[in-house]
């Protein structure tokens, strides 16, 4: 496969060192099942499904077909005031995975666009059973929920923020709950729930009627992988509970099976209020992200405005677009025809001894992981993030992808992963952290 180098000057990368990707360039030029081949003819394993959106393996035929099925019968359709069946078709069939009584589902393109859909609907929500009061937001150190003007105020990497200015006023950051008497824990740590406490001198400090909603990721995902502790997400819910303040939960890399379960609510046992999802919606193959939100809230707001008028005004031109419609019906049923959220429950356990078997290596300071995913920790080199930069692209000329944010390496395979292929991305990882 060819390409021409100076051809590639147009594009600013998004998240990319542009100037230091250009002169050596990793290019994905085709996928298939659980393997990416790059411009050079080299077969890369897909340690991280993409970017967690390729739980059932690339390029799947079921989805390509749907898809170009679509665009030669409806290749688009106006989302406002019309609509066109796979849309709703797509909203019940999400409903039937999320927990109960979370039964509508707004549609948007992007993980950040779903959160900010997600913090207007809980001002409307508010706003419509006369509490517009609740002006302000909690969410997390650490958190990445996008990088829209909402979801990046609600964020707390400081590398995505602190470019930029012009945040959403009135947003309260609870601690993150990386403890260091948790380091190498397996499943969800012992130690931290008191830190769901912050929420509550949240609620004490700027009283409790004035907080809408409270955002938090169930793993914190692209900051390295946090799950959450023991108790931890049970006492966010009984505080929100308390003040009337709505749960978020952030599932744009959770849901879909990321956990062994459709959705993180389910695997922890803490059902919110309103969940944003993404990525593995349509494994990848089309943009597309959802909100869901409980039935309460729905009619709520739909409830508050007269019969034959526009109840929120919000929505996205690609909102449930048919094209991103076919491709997820078309994944969900590969999901349930091939078991993939079971398959990913009985292979975590495999995976995370796997991935812990790296504890030996003097340079890992840390691992932790859920279902499906896992992050390890780097000891930092010369300035924080170099070595993991240079890891993913050593990895990458060696046959693995793996994404890194800073120093921390994410390994989540697509489910139809064999032990094997576990095997070999353990080992190619080992044989690059040997080299430190
Ligand atoms: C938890 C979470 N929220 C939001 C987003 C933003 O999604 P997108 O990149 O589709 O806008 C991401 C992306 O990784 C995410 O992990």
Redo the contacts with the bound molecule.
């Keep these: 496969m060819q390409y021409t180098a100076n051809s590639l000057e147009k594009q600013w990368m998004p998240f990319t060192a542009n100037r230091d990707f250009k002169k050596d360039p990793r290019l994905v030029v085709r996928g298939e099942g659980i393997y990416y081949w790059d411009h050079k003819g080299g077969k890369i394993l897909d340690g991280s499904s993409g970017?967690?959106c390729a739980a059932a393996g690339h390029c799947r035929p079921e989805i390509a077909e749907a898809v170009h099925k679509q665009l030669q019968e409806n290749d688009f359709a106006p989302p406002f005031q019309m609509g066109h069946p796979g849309a709703f078709e797509l909203a019940e069939k999400i409903a039937r995975l999320t927990p109960d009584g979370i039964d509508h589902v707004f549609f948007t393109n992007?993980?950040?666009?779903?959160?900010d859909t997600a913090l207007k609907i809980a001002m409307a929500y508010h706003r419509a059973r006369g509490e517009g009061q609740r002006t302000r937001f909690v969410s997390r150190e650490r958190?990445?929920?996008?990088?829209?003007i909402g979801?990046m105020s609600l964020s707390g990497m400081v590398k995505n923020r602190e470019a930029f200015s012009g945040f959403m006023p009135g947003i309260v950051h609870m601690r993150h709950t990386w403890l260091e008497e948790n380091r190498f824990a397996k499943g969800q740590p012992e130690h931290g729930a008191h830190l769901a406490e912050d929420l509550q001198r949240a609620a004490e400090t700027y009283g409790g009627s004035t907080i809408a909603a409270c955002f938090v990721?169930p793993i914190?995902?692209?900051t390295g992988v946090l799950v959450p502790p023991v108790g931890y997400l049970e006492r966010l819910r009984e505080i929100c509970d308390a003040h009337g303040i709505l749960l978020v939960f952030?599932?744009?890399?959770c849901s879909f099976g990321r956990t062994g379960k459709a959705f993180a609510a389910q695997a922890f046992g803490v059902v919110p209020d309103i969940i944003?999802m993404?990525?593995a919606l349509t494994n990848g193959a089309v943009?597309m992200?959802a909100v869901a939100v409980q039935d309460e809230i729905y009619e709520t707001v739909v409830g508050a405005s007269p019969e034959n008028a526009i109840e929120m005004f919000h929505g996205y031109t690609y909102s449930g677009h048919p094209v991103a419609c076919a491709a997820g019906l078309a994944t969900l049923d590969i999901y349930e025809k091939e078991n993939l959220f079971e398959r990913a429950a009985e292979l975590s356990p495999y995976f995370l001894d796997q991935m812990h078997s790296l504890r030996d290596l003097g340079v890992v300071t840390d691992i932790r992981g859920y279902g499906l995913i896992a992050g390890f920790d780097v000891a930092a080199g010369d300035a924080p993030g170099q070595r993991g930069t240079q890891l993913q692209k050593d990895l990458f000329w060696s046959g693995l992808h793996v994404k890194f944010t800073g120093d921390t390496g994410i390994v989540a395979p697509p489910f139809i992963a064999e032990k094997e292929h576990i095997d070999q991305i353990i080992g190619l990882i080992r044989e690059k952290l040997a080299e430190f």
């Design positions: 970017l967690f992007s993980g950040s666009e779903a959160i958190a990445y929920h996008g990088v829209n979801g990721e914190a995902g692209s952030d599932e744009v890399i944003t993404a990525k943009p992200a």
